[in-house]
């Protein structure tokens, strides 16, 4: 089956630094790419859509200039959180559907990001 | 615009005892509907999802739901629930109009006791 990969699992950094995140979708070509985030024992809130070759559609109240999104190919999308704070410590997960409208999304085992 | 409503936070419930997790939506156009399991820091896996044809839809590790239409629900169950169950569910709906926004319910936290 489908399988999207994201990488890195866990991090921990100090405040200020900006971390990237990748998200590679492994046997398939995804044009589309989500971004989403999740708060302790809440619902995953979609930040933004990944468009291969185009810029990404953020949500409203969304950061641009903090979440950098880049779709550089069919199967690698990455979230950068530049200048992280704490108040960015997050569960991050990417998914990504198989071609055709009725495909579900196939999701990455997220990344937790700690920032200190 | 969707909305995806699950009606219970957390179900308590005993191994081997059934469950039904409850899901209602709203939505202007046809939609398609999704359930997925997320287990303690991993990311979301697919249970089982209806498109079209018959509303009983079979998942996996023994889950199915049922598609109602005129009561906008899409409730799922298990008739005998192991330990293993124990996770967070999430309902979702997709517009079949188009693109491929998911909108996600809050999620149940299913707690299967021994």
């Known amino acids: 089956g489908a399988v999207v990969s994201q990488h890195p699992s866990w991090v921990i950094c100090k405040s200020g630094t900006s971390v990237k995140i990748e998200c590679r979708s492994l046997?398939?070509?995804?044009?589309?790419m989500f971004w989403y985030r999740q708060f302790p024992k809440q619902s995953l809130m979609l930040m933004a859509t990944?468009?291969?070759?185009?810029?990404?559609?953020?949500e409203q109240g969304v950061e641009k200039d903090k979440f950098l999104i880049n779709h550089a190919s069919l199967t690698l999308s990455t979230l950068t959180v530049t200048s992280a704070h704490p108040e960015d410590s997050s569960f991050y997960i990417c998914?990504?559907?198989?071609?055709?409208?009725?495909?579900?999304?196939?999701f990455g085992d997220g990344t937790r990001l700690s920032i200190l | 615009a969707q909305s995806v409503t699950q009606l219970d936070s957390q179900v308590p419930v005993f191994e081997e005892a059934p469950v039904e997790l409850r899901c209602n939506y709203s939505s202007s156009v046809s939609v398609y509907l999704f359930w997925y399991v997320q287990y303690p820091n991993q990311g979301l896996q697919l249970l089982l999802k209806?498109?079209?044809?018959?509303?009983l839809v079979k998942g996996i590790n023994g889950f199915e739901a049922e598609f109602n239409k005129s009561q906008t629900s899409f409730h799922l169950r298990k008739p005998s629930v192991h330990i293993s169950d124990t996770a967070e569910y999430f309902c979702a709906v997709t517009p079949n109009t188009g693109g491929f926004k998911t909108i996600f319910g809050a999620g149940t936290r299913l707690f299967v006791k021994a």
């Open positions: 998914s990504a559907a198989s071609p055709g409208a009725n495909q579900p999304q196939h």
């Open positions: 046997d398939f070509q995804a044009t589309t």
């Open positions: 209806y498109l079209s044809g018959s509303t």
């Open positions: 990944s468009n291969e070759g185009s810029k990404a559609t953020y």
